[in-house]
């Protein structure tokens, strides 16, 4: 899956030159955490998002009165407190790429540019999303994780088995194990009584390490 077929779009953008306090409003009515900046020509210029601007903001502990906090807030800019050095990505980045570069960078989002145009957004939100659909959470059915050998053909066993026993898999999802001899799988399977598809995948698997109904 690439970041195009999941990314947010059209992207909200901002000016640098917008004082922090509408900055912030717009960031809470559109219910998003971060904000583009760009340029009077629409070239991106910098990031910033809900952190950088409460940061930029007085505490509660300030002795200033409301009204020399909001003069103080309307005197601030977006571009005072922006990341200027903005990661970015295209739109046919693998969406493992995308999540890889967030966590290294420790950033919950990563612009997106076709041609030097910022097309779109991704986000840890995003991601999270992907991984409900990756797991079938929202799917009805028996979620199986198993350990098991990390060794050709083995996932073929269980699938395999799976299809023997009448059960549809919904989802799967493959995780490191305890080591680099066996794998943590997960599965998301419909059409098939919890019992049977115990006493059918047992035999093939290191162990069980949970088995349950999902609604």
Do not use: C
């Not at 990031?47 to 409301?66: C, F, G, K, M, Y």
């Not at 290294?104 to 991704?122: F, Q, R, S």
Request: aromatic share 4%; charged share 25%.
């Amino acid at each position: 899956m690439l970041v195009k077929e999941r990314m947010s779009r059209p992207v909200i953008t901002i000016h640098p030159e917008l004082p922090l306090e509408e900055a912030l409003r717009m960031m809470r009515e559109e219910r998003v955490r971060r904000f583009p900046v760009v340029d009077q020509h629409g070239r991106l210029v910098g990031i910033v998002s809900e952190r950088d601007l409460l940061h930029a903001a007085p505490s509660n502990a300030t002795s200033l009165s409301i009204w020399e906090i909001n003069y103080l807030l309307s005197k601030i800019k977006v571009a005072a407190v922006m990341t200027k050095k903005v990661l970015t990505i295209t739109e046919d980045t693998p969406l493992e790429e995308a999540a890889r570069i967030m966590v290294d960078h420790k950033i919950g989002g990563l612009p997106v540019v076709h041609a030097g145009e910022l097309v779109g957004i991704i986000t840890e939100t995003d991601l999270f999303k992907v991984f409900l659909e990756m797991l079938g959470a929202r799917e009805p059915g028996v979620r199986i994780a198993v350990l098991m050998r990390n060794a050709p053909g083995e996932l073929m066993k269980l699938t395999q088995t799976i299809y023997e026993a009448g059960g549809n898999i919904l989802a799967l999802g493959t995780f490191l194990g305890e080591s680099r001899d066996n794998r943590e799988v997960t599965i998301k399977v419909a059409g098939v009584d919890l019992k049977l598809l115990i006493a059918k995948i047992e035999p093939l698997v290191e162990s069980v390490i949970d088995i349950r109904e999902s609604r």
